[in-house]
């Protein structure tokens, strides 16, 4: 066994001396073992599986797969994956990408290296309705027994039974279903045996599922002992019958004699005649006894259920005669090789078999049965396990007593067929690098050596980066494959085949190209605290190189990724790992990567992961507080800083208590998500008194810490309040305005500030400052015919009072007034004149003209003129003689901007208006201007 390799001592002493001796036992070859194995276990459909099998063994042993005892097949779903690790381990893996229920089953791995054979197996359930594989029919023997299994798969499972013809089984003694759903059926009977089965599955929601196998009893036949009699002489006549009594039909019956076929062509049964006597019945006929009918003779019958036969001695004393009369032989190195030397004779003859030693049939030497050379009874010589030295002249010598015997020298000549002194061996290699794959075949020549990976043969014409070397050797021939920058497609199982005239054999080599694992898949995050987040993916291909560990990188959500980023490393064993010392109600983005000994891989997809809140850890920034009034303090302060809000602010609690008391804070709540620039306004306080104030932010976690205490004093006096202001008048470049104190406002004022600014403009507001007894003010240079707003707001030594409501007031003036057409354009064939001077100005200057024009049929206008004309008359040239024009005009005052078209005809040549077209009449009715607008 494995664990008796070691030393030995033995020891020997007595009164006089000792001595001792040693010696190692060592074993060249070891039996497979099995050092990891799976467990049952229920997996869910739709996930990723893996059954894993690791063995060891020298020579290293060789993993395949099965699901109830038939060999799974790969898929696009199931895909194989092996490796060998640097401790001499080979690790097969079962992989599903997307697991079924009809994946569920007897799963077995099992080990094998040529010494020997190790099995595990195990139950994989997925949880599911009911699913019965097919099964295939099976033929059986009648009197033998049957097992059949129920490839069933589904869970939990409640029953599996098994049917016939819709009776449950077992129904009687030689019937039994075990509890994983295995039927046996002993001492098997057609009659009450053959047909139809199914197992029906069932869970514990009334789902089930049903397949059916048909099994055939076949029945085979039964001969009737028969015998010659004991005492036969050359030259009589006899004859025997072989009956067969039971068995199906047809029943094919066959003679022979001395274990060869009795035949017209067999010079060894010439004279014996074979008469079919029925389907069940034969006859041999010898019509004249000779020496060598002597023999055993057997009658075969056979159908499809088997074979039997039933033998019968005829005893004639004869001299020894050739039965097999022995030729040379040659035999393949390592195979067995039998050399017949059969005498026939009464009594038995005797054989004797000798070799000659050396190269010539001389100097013959006896030879003696062992366990490489056997000399059986019949007189056949066997050579087990042939080496070359078995080469040389044989003889075989018969005797009886009767006659002076027969003898015969006969060659063997040794062959070597192709083969392989290792029969597996594993290789890896990093990938990108070239690799020389050599195999040693040892034989006769010629010699032919293939190669073949994963069961294809290997085409160097299909992949230029593979190529074939041979080269003879003194003992056979020795061949390599060469793979330039090798990659994944390039682990597989490599068999190189070596065939001659006298053999065949392979070896294979298992190409394990390594590399850096994929990028960790599924990415997520799991449980997010507002200061860690655990992360959870699913392990990669690895690359062919087991993965050492994980590294999480991670970074805040405004910065990019680099070389030097917080890392966070994981074990190999785990896919999930919790990162700490986070920030609350912060983004962070997360990415994975896997590393073997080759390298690390590409980073996985990033996962975004926002951390939970806490409440605030900062108070409020540069709180301010100043008295509005009397009875009133103006708070305002900046939010907490920026990396202390751990969430969003939602608002603040203002506190204010009489200052140097002990009295509890009064809080008030200001709801508000602001950033900066906060402020409230506290009233109902005491006149000239001094009060404490703190600001606390909150969240939705809650409260932070409050500000440090502000003290400040209410006014002794409040400011005015807002007066009432209204318009006296208006002209075209001015307004007066006045404005009136609010009743029962006893406050003194010490002036005014009036503001006004032009409605719509984006100026600044113009502030003019006036005395405390005046309540009016006119404000001049203002735009002609424009809208301005005007406030008011008082103030004394409490400080500024509220502003009044806006008031908005337009100055006098209106937008241009477009005049009529006979007042605006003279004309005659080819020109026409534009009296711009007819336009009113509405009380605001004209600032300036844009003048287009076109013809009634055309699309693109015609600028004549843009800006202020001084002349107030402008002409147009180069018209058309009859023919209908439209004139547009705009005009432009600080009022605004006025529109308006003309339709008019320049004169024919005979001095006629043209008729103007319905269509364009119906689009100008023919006014004295056609259409005119005014935007202010």
């Known amino acids: 066994k494995k664990e008796d390799k070691g030393m030995y001592q033995c020891f020997v002493h007595n009164e006089v001396d000792a001595v001792q001796a040693g010696f190692e036992l060592s074993l060249a070859e070891d039996l497979p073992e099995f050092q990891d194995t799976f467990r049952p276990e229920t997996v ?103 097992k059949l299994r129920c490839p069933v798969a589904g869970y939990p499972l409640e029953s599996i039974n098994w049917e016939r013809e819709g009776v449950r089984l077992p129904y009687n003694h030689r019937q039994k279903v075990h509890d994983n759903g295995t039927l046996e059926v002993h001492h098997v009977e057609r009659a009450t045996d053959e047909g139809p089965y199914s197992c029906v599955a069932k869970d514990r929601e009334g789902h089930s599922a049903q397949n059916t196998i048909y099994i055939t009893v076949k029945v085979k036949p039964t001969i009737e002992p028969f015998s010659y009699p004991s005492s036969l002489r050359e030259g009589q006549r006899s004859s025997v019958m072989c009956t067969v009594i039971s068995g199906d039909l047809p029943i094919n019956i066959t003679w022979f004699k001395d274990d060869q076929p009795i035949t017209a062509s067999n010079p060894g049964t010439a004279g014996i005649l074979v008469n079919t006597v029925s389907d069940y019945s034969s006859t041999l006929l010898f019509k004249s006894l000779r020496l060598d009918y002597r023999g055993n003779y057997t009658c075969v019958a056979a159908n499809e259920a088997g074979t039997v036969s039933h033998s019968a001695v005829m005893i004639i004393h004869v001299p020894p005669q050739w039965i097999i009369e022995p030729s040379e032989t ?90 392989f002194k290792s029969k597996f061996s594993a290789e890896m290699i990093r990938k990108g690098q070239n690799t020389r794959l050599k195999c040693d075949a ?36 020795t061949s390599e494959i060469l793979i330039r920058q090798t990659d994944r497609r390039d682990s597989a199982l490599f068999t190189c085949v070596a065939t001659n005239n006298f053999g065949h054999d392979d070896t294979n080599i298992q190409l394990i190209v390594q590399e850096p694992p994929d990028a960790p898949q599924e990415l997520k995050a799991m449980e997010t605290t507002s200061r860690s987040v655990k992360l959870v993916w699913t392990a990669p291909y690895s690359g062919n190189s087991p993965i050492t560990h994980y590294t999480v990188q991670y970074k805040d959500d405004g910065s990019k990724w680099h070389a030097k980023m917080i890392n966070l490393s994981t074990s190999a064993t785990e896919t999930s790992g919790t990162v700490r010392g986070l920030k609350p109600a912060l983004v962070y983005h997360f990415r994975v990567y896997a590393e073997n000994r080759i390298g690390r891989s590409d980073a996985s997809h990033s996962v975004k992961v926002t951390t939970s809140e806490e409440a605030p850890g900062g108070p409020p920034t540069k709180v301010r507080a100043q008295p509005t009034s009397s009875r009133s303090l103006k708070i305002t302060w900046n939010a907490p800083n920026k990396e202390l809000h751990f969430g969003i602010i939602q608002g603040y609690y203002i ?101 006004h600014k032009e409605l719509g403009g984006s100026g600044d507001w113009h502030e003019t400052h006036v005395q405390g007894d005046q309540n009016s003010l006119t404000i001049g240079d203002l735009k002609c015919g424009s809208a301005y707003q005007f406030t008011v707001r008082g103030y004394n030594a409490a400080g500024s009072g509220d502003t009044s409501d806006v008031l908005t007031v337009k100055t006098s003036g209106a937008a241009p007034v477009p005049p009529d057409r ?10 026409a004149v534009v009296q711009l001077s007819t336009w009113h100005s509405g009380g605001c200057p004209i600032q300036q003209f844009t003048v287009k024009y076109r013809r009634q049929k055309d699309l693109e206008w015609t600028t004549l003129q843009t800006g202020l004309l001084r002349d107030k008359r402008l002409e147009i040239r180069d018209l058309l003689p009859g023919t209908w024009y439209t004139l547009q005009m705009t005009a432009h005052n600080s009022a605004g901007v006025t529109e308006a078209e003309y339709a008019f005809a320049t004169l024919s040549k005979h001095g006629a208006v043209p008729e103007m077209s319905p269509a364009f009449r119906f689009v100008h009715n023919v006014l004295d201007f056609i259409r005119a607008s005014t935007h202010l």
């Not at 197996?121 to 099964?135: D, Y």
């Not at 003859?349 to 003696?368: N, S």
């Not at 010699?447 to 014409?461: A, E, H, Y």
């Not at 006979?822 to 020109?831: C, D, E, F, G, P």
């Open 44 to 146: 869910h459909p739709g996930t990723r599986f893996s059954l894993k099998c690791s063995a060891s063994g020298n020579p290293l042993p060789q993993i395949t797969w099965s699901l109830d005892e038939s060999a799974v097949p790969e898929t696009h779903r199931v895909r194989f994956g092996d490796y060998v690790t640097q401790a001499g381990v080979v690790v097969s893996y079962l992989n599903f990408s997307v697991v079924q229920v009809e994946d569920g089953g007897d799963y077995r791995c099992t080990a094998n290296n040529g010494v020997g054979t190790v099995l595990h197996t195990a139950r994989i359930n997925v949880p599911g309705r009911p699913v019965v594989r097919p099964m295939r029919n099976l033929t059986v023997v009648a009197g033998e027994i049957i």
């Open 330 to 419: 040659s035999v393949v190195k390592g195979r067995s090789a039998v050399i017949d030397c059969e005498a026939d004779g009464f009594p038995m003859p005797r054989i004797r078999w000798t070799k000659a030693e050396g190269d010539a049939a001389r100097d013959f030497k006896p030879v003696v049965s062992s366990a490489h050379v056997q000399v059986f009874e019949n007189g056949s010589l066997a050579i087990n396990d042939a080496k070359e030295e078995d080469a040389g002249f044989f003889l075989c010598q018969a005797s009886n007593g009767i006659g002076q015997g027969l003898s015969k020298v006969v060659k063997v000549t040794v062959h070597i067929a192709a083969h």
């Open 442 to 477: 040892t034989g006769d020549k010629p010699m032919r050596i293939s190669w073949m990976k994963d069961k294809l043969v290997v085409n160097p014409k299909q992949d230029p980066r593979y190529e074939l070397v041979e080269t003879i050797q003194t003992t056979g021939v």
């Open 655 to 755: 506190g204010y208590r009489v200052a140097a008391t002990s009295e509890p804070y009064i809080y008030k709540t200001l709801e508000s998500e602001m950033d900066a620039g906060e402020g409230c306004v506290l009233t109902g306080l005491s006149r000239f008194t001094q009060y404490s104030v703190i600001v606390q932010a909150y969240n939705k976690k809650g409260a932070g810490p409050p500000s440090d205490e502000v003290v400040v004093q209410t006014l002794d006096s409040d400011p005015p309040s807002a007066p009432y202001l209204h318009v006296e008048a208006t002209s075209f470049t001015s307004v007066s305005i006045k404005w009136e104190r609010q009743s029962g406002d006893q406050n003194p004022v010490t002036g005014y500030y009036v503001r």
């Open 822 to 831: 006979q007042s605006l354009l003279h004309y005659n064939a080819t020109r």
